[in-house]
């Protein structure tokens, strides 16, 4: 299955939201440090209501400890970011992509993105005019791609 990134997240409910949504859908959740909360947060919790237990979430350091545990050619990681040219629906996802997504008030660093070929920098289209979706709005219309690309692999 797929694996989620959120690089440095800020605000707890978005990834309580996330640590739901991975359990719906099946991914792992990587949370890389620093995080602008504490992980028994009871904002996180509220939102992540009792799954918890149903996610393999594993918290990391740094970027590069997190892609040796993931151990996924970099060539399945896809940095998503309002600066990218390509949207999402234009890319034929495998089953075990890397879906990596920057904090809340300041996206991925550039370092980041510019490790990453432009055609994994990717973009969720939206209106002109608006700065960008709510992480965890982002995080599901990206992962719901993913997966329906890839049949619903588990669903009921």
Known sequence: MFDIVLYQPEIPPNTGNVIRLCANVGAHLHLIEPLG????????RRAG?????????????????????????????YAFTTHASRAHVDVQF????????????????AQVLESLPAAQRLRIPMRPGQRSLN?????????????????????I
């Not at 495998?94 to 991925?108: K, N, Q, S, W």
């Open 49 to 77: 209501l009792d799954y918890h237990e149903c996610v393999q979430m594993q918290i990391h350091p740094d970027l590069e400890t997190c892609r040796k545990t993931i151990d996924r050619d970099w060539a399945d990681w």
């Open 37 to 44: 909360f504490e992980i028994d947060d009871k904002r996180l």
């Open 135 to 155: 992480l965890s709005n982002a995080v599901a219309v990206a992962a719901f791609e993913v997966w329906r690309q890839n049949g619903f692999e588990g669903a």
């Open 94 to 109: 495998p089953i075990d992509a890397v879906l990596l997504f920057g904090p809340e008030t300041r996206g991925l660093p």
